[in-house]
């Protein structure tokens, strides 16, 4: 099923024979399937990155970015410079892609949460809440009801022309309401 010289890896590893034959200590488990691992690893399967890490230090007055000598980090978000590349410009969901596991967070998540406050990537919509309206609701059910005991054809025909009715004003007042918005 292997090629011989990753056959006899791996019999090493789980034999726990090593090249130095000095060291007969207690056989480590860990070790041999780690080992094991190593020896069946399939380096068609490499993803290439960049290979460089870059560290924001977020201060009060201003971010430094450090390219060595890193601090300690709050939080650490490992993943590839074009993955990241397309969650910052909005062409993949960087909450899903998290989800999906096609990279990590290390740390204090809610940091990660917040960057687009943070690099002003957030749009600045206004925090307005559509007026809502329960009369709209209720008139068409009024209307229903108070006709469905005269005649049930009529009621039903009314239910559906009131209903359309207010279908159509909402959507005009509504795309009143987002115009005004933009």
């Known amino acids: 099923m292997y090629p011989p010289e990753v056959f006899v890896q791996m019999a090493n590893a789980s034999w726990d024979i090593n090249e130095s034959a000095e060291n007969n ?6 070790l041999n399937f780690m080992r094991q ?15 460089k890490t870059y560290q924001l230090c ?12 890193f601090k300690s980090y709050n939080t650490r978000i490992e993943v590839d410079f074009e993955l990241w590349l397309q969650i910052s410009e ?6 899903k892609a998290l989800m999906e596991k096609r990279y990590k967070v ?10 687009d406050e943070y690099f002003g990537t957030k749009k600045s919509i206004p925090d307005v809440k559509p007026k809502t309206n329960m009369n709209i ?23 559906i022309v009131n209903g359309a009715i207010y279908s159509v004003v909402f959507q005009m007042v509504s795309g009143k309401s987002r115009k005004r918005l933009n």
């Open 58 to 69: 977020l201060g009060k007055e201003k971010c430094i970015l450090k390219t060595d000598d």
């Open 90 to 95: 909005g062409k993949v969901n960087g909450a």
């Open 106 to 115: 290390l740390g204090d998540i809610e940091t990660m949460l917040k960057m």
């Open 25 to 30: 200590t207690q056989m480590d488990t860990s």
């Open 137 to 159: 609701l209720l008139l068409q059910w009024i209307a229903l009801w108070v006709l469905l005991p005269i005649n049930k054809v009529w009621a039903g025909i009314a239910g």
């Open 37 to 51: 691992m190593a020896a069946v690893y399939n380096p068609q399967s490499y993803t290439k990155d960049i290979d």
